[in-house]
């Protein structure tokens, strides 16, 4: 099947595209927000009913303890490949608003960029795929290869339901290969392939003092302060240079060969692109590695947040009862985060001083994942990006994590192709978060040119009818 | 003039006393939190009116920039001494709110204990003083002395507007002796006087990072954190014993003989004691003083509160833009308020790191002051604590401030006789703050018996009726 018929539905139908995505991005589905759980199953039930209307079949929306995670399937080109396309539904808070020109929830052109939250990680580039096969199905009726979409609202927050669903349904999910849009380029005309990510885990620190808030001019000298405690602890946490001072921590982290850091800094960005694109007057961090290797091959300890005692407007001179600080860890190959988790709740719990009490919280543990770049399906997108955006892509390593790419290679056994869309100044995670709109028409000609290509050079699934019955039973 | 007809009055209004108190503690007078301003002006108004009411004279609302000062006097007694009774309307804020047993203005008796924010700081003790003048007023329409009312509406914020005023109306407020009850005594049948109070210094210390959220997957590793810079400032401000470490800060720290530490040893609390009410597992601080000795001879650094970040629910994988910690610096003679915050400022300057730039606000500073334990105004309560509540008081230390105490020494050049009426269980500062109401009966009596001795032991000023005069020229 040539992809000339549906590249030219695309081109016609590009304002089409775009206000059906502003539809798409007005759901405030915010996943870490518990008072957004009805406006991210309004978004699920928006998604499903757009993929059941382009043509997509056996469209579900699978209940979880969380919020639903959105399947659709085509199977109907026989002894051809299946592609797995992974995307998310959710996104992260506005907050703060009043960094936003734009509210968060309202989508807005500004020049050659829409703005949203989602806009770029990842509705709009989830939806780069949705708009490609609608592309075929209108003007073809058909798919040039079997395609399953799995579509979850978890991601910013752990991915914890998707995980074990893909545990529990390897046959139904069985795929040649898996394919996602949610990582970045280099720069608008240099596309790359994101072959490493990080793992993570994530933490929080709680150190509690006296059992009620105190005077602080009546007690102060006398009681450890429960702010000033969990100070010292996040403090102990690196030394002067930068390192993680984690007993243990940099234990397991694999070496690289000078061949691949060699690749990475002729691939890879410069200290000055990545100083720039974070907004901050120099780079920080631990000897020895450029920040890219930093931020890729070298595991990093960050903190997200922390609160105590009286911050509002005001002064209140108190001592306060506790603390918390919320982190993450960001960690490589081959680390594992359940024991990083371990090596510091028992240091925390060493470390802290005995006038106060301190609690370790861990979640969301996600392994470090590599992609081989040489696997027919990475190969595909090469070609595809060549004709998408009239380059080949570099092949470069984030130092973000996507939870479930670890579990399509444990739990299905297959690769995935980060095929990123996003740009370095996209502001995803932060206010003003954009998507590039030259790179969403791009991207969903880039996505046609794959379907079609994917043909050719992937091998034929043989099980395409049993994972089709199976579908209907999902385990959830 | 013989107080038994006071005290007759007194014993007989006991529960309308304890009604009017309950309705003074329902304004929300916070004064920190700015949309108060009119609860706070409300409460002034009431204040005014009751004095107005009791048989006070010039009765004024004194408008500052900030919160109103309440003034009255009553100057009928010539050539009988004056004493200036100072006291606050202001309370801290209510929160957190969720760890209150009734809400905190709400006034709720339980037990013997009135619960409201503001019970015993200061609004009732302020009161007690207000019901000894009407005890006097109602049955002999005439006071044993002369009696000047000041009562602040910005106390729990540095008393920014009334220690202006007091340097500008000198002959408006001269008096003999100035006269405070928001202080604690060391127990229940254990009257106290404090003689000496810390001084203080607010600060801020605001680190800012990236110039915008970021990803802390996409760049954590290569940035220094905001929250983590500020948590290594704020942990390199002490050593692992409990010092100080900005550099200085011990220099003028007033060394006191073996005779006085012996006494304070002997009159003030034990550690034990002090553990126990600060509601904590054990002690901490400076090595080689008692904790009582911590809290008043000897100065400290708290910490009020930290934010930064992501600190609501959820997970939110960000590097931040800032972090701000608010803390109170608790000073000593003969520290210097303002020579600690020039050294805290460079300080905090110098040992910033250069990948993130930090900025030091410095506010309210407050000279330590000590009072005489031998004028006669001073002896005098003590005469007076033996009638109300049976026993002579012991004289202690305050780790607090009262801003007010320094300016009537420096400004009027009289000593400030601290008769306090709290227990150190009240909670002040605190969720479920409360006033003893035994407390707050003998502490009627107690002030009843002041009056009717200041009498006779105190020096009667020649200066009334100029200061008669100037009192309606009030220069705010």
Known sequence: MEPSRALQYARTNRSKFLSELKEFLRFPSVSSQPERAADVRRCARWLARHLQHIGLERVRIIPTRGNPIVYASRQRARNRPTVLIYGHYDVLPGEPLSQWHTPPFTPTIRGPDLHARGAADDKGQ?????????????????????????????????????????????????????????????????????????????????????????????????????????????????????????????????????????????????????????????GWGEPGYTLYERTTIRPALTLNGIAGGHYGPGVKGVIPTRAVAKLSFRLVPDQDPERIGKLFREHVARITPSAVESQVRTLSPIQPALVDRDHPAVRTAGFAYKKGFGAFPVFLRSGGSIPVVNAFQEALGIPTVLMGFGLPDDRIHAPNEKFHLPNFYRAIDTSIWYLAAAARTLRGSSRVGRADRLEREWSA
């Not at 058909?142 to 995980?163: D, M, Q, R, Y």
Request: hydrophobic share 40%; charged share 25%.
């Open 126 to 282: 989830l939806f780069c795929h949705v708009k490609a096969l609608e592309s075929y199905l209108h003007t073809s009726r058909a798919l040039p290869i079997n395609v399953k979409c799995i579509f979850e609202g978890e991601e910013e927050i752990g991915s914890t339901h998707l995980l074990p669903l893909i545990a529990r349904n390897k046959d139904a999910l069985r795929a040649d290969a898996a394919l996602i849009s949610d990582t970045k380029m280099l720069a608008p005309g240099r596309p790359a392939i994101s072959y490493a990510q990080r793992g993570g885990l994530r933490a929080e620190v709680e150190v509690r003092g006296p059992g009620q808030e105190l005077h602080s001019g009546t007690f102060g000298g006398a009681v450890l302060n429960p702010v000033q405690a969990l100070c010292e602890i996040i403090a102990s946490l690196h030394d002067e240079q930068g390192r993680v001072t984690l007993p243990g921590f940099y234990d397991d982290v694999r070496e690289w060969s000078e061949k691949e850091r060699a690749y990475m800094a002729r691939t890879g960005p410069s200290d000055e692109k990545i100083v720039r694109d974070a907004t901050v007057g120099q």
